[in-house]
């Protein structure tokens, strides 16, 4: 079993009963526990963030400038024993599954982004005109020939070319 006086929680409520009325923010909770190291820092955050919501600690203020300070309640959450753990741990998981279960027979889900895109496109895709070098994509209508565009009324002007001329 893991030795409770090592983790930031144990050290944090440790630092707040030796000190009654201390408001300090969690950045100097963290140079008073000898942290160092952003990971490190980042793990004292979310356990004065969980002390917080233990009521525990009070926050004051926002971010980082926030000050915390003892509340004088005791832990309303202590820790559990493996046996309790894993017994929570299947109670969660078993009413994730039914909240799953649950939203599937509630009706069809909506449709994600790559429906409604795909439904853009095809709408799409029958307005746009066809490129002229005749590279369809999707469902876009292929590219009219000559014969096609003279008979809707087009006209075509002929060019000659440079090697046409000399001849």
Same mark, same amino acid.
């Given at each position: 079993?893991?030795?409770?006086?090592?983790r930031?929680?144990?050290?944090?409520?440790?630092?707040f009963?030796?000190?009654?009325?201390?408001?300090?923010?969690?950045?100097?909770?963290?140079?008073?526990?000898?942290?160092v190291?952003?990971?490190?820092r980042?793990k004292v955050r979310?356990?004065?963030r969980?002390?917080?919501?233990?009521?525990?600690?009070?926050?004051?203020?926002?971010?980082?400038?926030?000050?915390?300070?003892?509340t !004088?309640?005791?832990?309303?959450r202590?820790?559990?024993?493996?046996?309790?753990?894993?017994?929570?741990?299947?109670q969660?998981?078993?009413?994730?599954?039914?909240?799953?279960?649950?939203?599937?027979?509630?009706?069809?889900?909506?449709?994600?982004?790559?429906t409604?895109?795909?439904?853009?496109?095809?709408?799409?895709?029958?307005?746009?005109?066809?490129k002229?070098?005749?590279?369809?994509? !999707?469902?876009?209508?292929?590219?009219?020939?000559?014969e096609?565009?003279q008979?809707?009324? !087009?006209?075509v002007?002929?060019?000659?070319?440079s090697?046409?001329?000399?001849?």
């Amino acid at each position: 079993m893991k030795d409770r006086s090592k983790r930031y929680a144990a050290r944090s409520r440790a630092l707040f009963e030796a000190n009654p009325g201390l408001q300090i923010t969690g950045i100097h909770v963290a140079d008073q526990l000898g942290v160092v190291g952003y990971i490190e820092r980042g793990k004292v955050r979310r356990t004065l963030r969980d002390l917080v919501d233990a009521g525990y600690l009070r926050k004051l203020g926002d971010g980082r400038a926030g000050l915390y300070e003892r509340t !004088g309640a005791r832990m309303q959450r202590l820790p559990m024993t493996p046996e309790e753990r894993k017994a929570r741990d299947s109670q969660l998981t078993k009413e994730y599954r039914e909240r799953t279960r649950a939203a599937g027979e509630a009706g069809p889900r909506a449709p994600d982004k790559m429906t409604i895109n795909r439904a853009r496109l095809d709408l799409l895709a029958d307005l746009a005109p066809a490129k002229p070098w005749g590279k369809e994509k !999707g469902r876009q209508r292929p590219a009219e020939t000559v014969e096609q565009f003279q008979a809707r009324g !087009g006209q075509v002007q002929r060019l000659t070319a440079s090697w046409e001329q000399a001849a």
